[in-house]
């Protein structure tokens, strides 16, 4: 039944007001086939915590088990199955060759049709690993702590080379291939590392494109920031073949199937690492300028990713599994590699874009390898049903679970999703977390619990979320009021810290809702996720999404205040802010607002400087929509800009009560420009649903 909800609306805490949806029962498959039975609620109650996440931990092979579950002597950085030790790359991989050896470990589809898809077995990976491994180590010189970067796009060598990293103890670093060489050197520096693998070229869209001279960029980038890049290790995308622009230069770049000849069969003894030990850094955006690196522990990680792909996934041994995104963030690295491998099945990677052989390559891709578990993001679903809402009917499809991750999903996507493309045979399970968190952290369990269109479901199992309003009160379930979710407990995937910036990492994510600062009780200690979110009477959240500086494009973070320095990097450019604008198949995108300095005249020259500065910087999917020239920007008394005033002036919304501003007369002026240009360049207005209306008057508040 639909109920209609209203709720009062004030600008300092964002309410909201709509429609409940209704509930769906998990299908019947799999209610039969499913992992998880009905008895796991129970075991995961608070009064079984953190125990209950031994659960997780037995899942892996120990060299020594721990001593303590979880140590929370020096908060709020919290240490998972202290004085245990194991190793990734075994956990992965070894453990699985005496029983699955032989079996598919990794299906790689490249993104021309007409290539071969490769087949990895456990036992191919094993190999291929121990041989990079070995490479890294004796040819490269790398040791036990050190950070490997890596700039791969979606090809095999991108997971054998993490669990080279891991073999050996290495703390990998893997920028995502579409970012710029720029984006790639600077996180290379914050993390001091000296070695970068990479690529020639790739096939995106199309098109073989050139990737190692992103590398040079790169190298340079961070060579300004202090770090000299020693060794490019290059893989090459084509056998034998070499198709980039950019010179190998002697001594520093090299070809890595040139090395790999000498380590031939070459097997590398794993590094029995501590539980609490690093095994990757994930750069993401958000709060300040710069991106930060959530640094993301071995044992703690580990279990989660594998406990969570079990249940909430629903995966056995033998199913074929795809995650339909990209290595290169966290979604990639928790369940295209970590997860799926850490339970021994088989995981499927795609190389390239789905409007690619357009309408369905994807669904092809699912029906030809026997896909029975799909995952992907809102952006890619509204894609698939934009280029043939019709075309999954055609297909031998029959998934069992299906995933959404990454932006919330519109109910009206979700039913596509589950009636279209799961033909009502599969459950879907919404699931919201963050790079931060290393797992998902609200969904739902398929097979036990009913869906709800656009709410991703309760806490996970352990996991206990709360809405807290900004003084720190509890926002109780089915108040109709939203506010900031936040978790009460930790939990085992959560990352150890931001590499290099504890403080910062106590300030973002703690400072806010802690009230003793000395407390080693983990209840004074909630984690502020910085999105917001409401909670209705049945317990299900529902995510409205960031209420810091972050702006989610297609399912991807980017701060504001990256996209800003990058504008006023060009010359002419005084101020800049950064915007979200509703896009009807990425999600949001970003709107650029810039004034000039004093003499410079507004022209399309300035605006598409701003443009290419900003893929220079971060890359091409952070291209504005649009990029404003204005006299001014809206701001309070005190200097600040009111992004939400552009913000809802991006949107067609109207921008409320003005009066207090510094400059409130330039706010009309603006609004008249935007939305005529907007206008003639084609922008259809729409109305706003209350949900994305709620987002925009949030937005940037929390400074
Ligand atoms: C948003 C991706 C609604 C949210 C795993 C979060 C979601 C940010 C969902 C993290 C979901 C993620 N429903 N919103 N199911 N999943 N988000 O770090 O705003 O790339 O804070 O991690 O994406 O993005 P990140």
């Known amino acids: 039944m639909e109920v209609s909800k209203e709720t009062e609306v004030s600008e300092s805490q964002i309410a909201v007001h709509w429609r409940e949806e209704e509930y769906y029962e998990p299908p019947a498959r799999i209610r039969e086939v499913g992992n998880a039975d009905p008895t796991i609620r129970e075991r995961f109650a608070e009064e079984h915590y953190p125990d ?21 002597s020096n908060p709020p950085f919290w240490r998972w199955w202290v004085g245990g030790k194991l190793n990734a790359c075994v956990n992965c991989v070894d453990r699985h060759l005496e029983a699955r050896g032989d079996r598919n470990a990794i299906i790689w589809v490249p993104e021309p049709e007409a290539d071969e898809t490769q087949e990895i077995t456990y036992a191919e990976l094993h190999r291929r690993v121990n041989e990079f491994a070995g490479l890294l180590r004796d040819f490269a010189g790398v040791e ?21 990293c891991a073999r050996l103890g290495v703390i990998h670093s893997e920028v995502f291939g579409g970012f710029s060489g720029t984006a790639c050197g600077q996180r290379m520096a914050d993390a001091v590392s000296t070695i970068l693998v990479t690529m020639d070229a790739y096939y995106r869209n199309g098109e073989l494109i050139d990737h190692k001279a992103k590398a040079d960029e790169a190298i340079e980038a961070a060579r300004e920031e202090g770090t000299e890049v020693e060794k490019v290790l290059v893989f090459r995308r084509i056998p034998g073949e070499y198709h980039s622009n950019s010179p190998m230069v002697e001594g520093r770049d090299f070809f890595v199937d040139e090395l790999l000849a000498q380590y031939a069969g070459k097997e590398v003894e794993p590094v029995s690492m501590p539980a609490d030990g690093t095994l990757f850094l994930m750069y993401t955006s958000g709060t300040t300028g710069r991106p930060k690196g959530a640094q ?21 041994p033998d199913d074929t599994y795809w995650c339909f995104a990209d290595i290169g963030w966290i979604t990639g690295h928790s369940y295209i590699v970590y997860g799926p491998l850490g339970l021994g099945t088989t995981t499927v990677m795609y190389e390239g874009v789905p409007t690619i052989a357009r309408p369905s390559r994807p669904w092809r891709i699912a029906e030809k390898l026997g896909v029975d578990i799909f995952h992907t993001a809102p952006t890619t679903i509204r894609m698939l049903r934009k280029l043939g809402a019709d075309e999954p009917a055609k297909y031998d499809l029959h998934f069992k679970t299906m995933t959404t991750v990454g932006e919330p999903i519109e109910p009206d996507v979700w039913r596509w999703y589950f009636h279209t493309v799961g033909k009502d045979e599969a459950s879907i399970t919404d699931t919201w977390w ?84 000395k407390s080693t009780d983990w209840h004074d200690w909630p ?14 959240f529902r995510i409205l999404g960031r209420v810091d500086d972050v702006i989610n494009v297609a399912g991807h973070r980017l701060g504001t205040k990256e996209l800003e320095s990058a504008a006023t990097e060009v010359d002419e450019i005084a101020e800049a802010a950064a915007v979200p604008v509703i896009d009807e198949l990425r999600g949001r995108a970003v709107e650029m607002y810039v004034s000039l300095k004093p003499g410079v005249e507004a022209s399309e020259k300035v605006s598409d400087k701003v443009t290419k500065q900003i893929e220079k910087e971060i890359g091409k999917i952070a291209r504005p929509k649009n990029v404003w020239i204005v006299a001014d920007m809206p701001k ?25 501003l510094a400059n409130p007369e330039i706010v009309a002026s603006i609004n008249e420009y935007v939305r005529a240009q907007k206008v003639a360049r084609g922008d259809v207005p729409r109305e706003l649903s209350e949900q994305e209306l709620a987002e925009i008057k949030a937005f940037g508040q929390v400074e």
Not at 296 to 316: E, F, M, P, W
Not at 636 to 658: E, L, Q
């Open 52 to 72: 209950c996440f031994v659960e997780y931990a037995e899942m892996l092979t120990w060299d020594k088990k721990w001593d303590t579950v979880l140590d929370t």
């Open 144 to 164: 036990t702590g050190d950070r490997v970067t890596f700039h791969l796009p979606m090809v095999p060598e991108l997971p054998v080379a993490m669990l080279a």
């Open 296 to 316: 993301h522990s071995i044992g703690g990680y580990l279990s989660y990713v594998t406990g969570t792909s079990k249940y909430y996934q629903d995966i056995h």
């Open 434 to 517: 963050q790079t931060e968190n290393g797992g998902f952290l609200g969904s739902t369990l398929p097979g036990l619990e009913k869906m709800k269109p656009g709410s991703c479901g309760p806490g996970v199992l352990g996991v206990y979320p709360v809405i807290k309003d900004e003084e720190g009160n509890e926002v109780p379930a089915g108040s109709g009021k939203a506010g900031n979710i936040c978790i009460r407990n930790p939990w085992p995937g959560s990352f150890l810290t931001i590499w290099g910036d504890p403080d910062r990492y106590v300030q973002t994510y703690y400072a806010k809702y802690n009230r003793d600062p």
């Open 527 to 540: 984690y502020f996720a910085n999105d917001g979110a409401m909670q209705a009477a049945d317990g299900y």
């Open 636 to 660: 309070t008394r005190s200097g600040k800009i009111m992004r939400r005033v552009i913000a809802s002036i991006s949107n067609f919304a109207d921008v409320g009560d003005v009066t207090a």
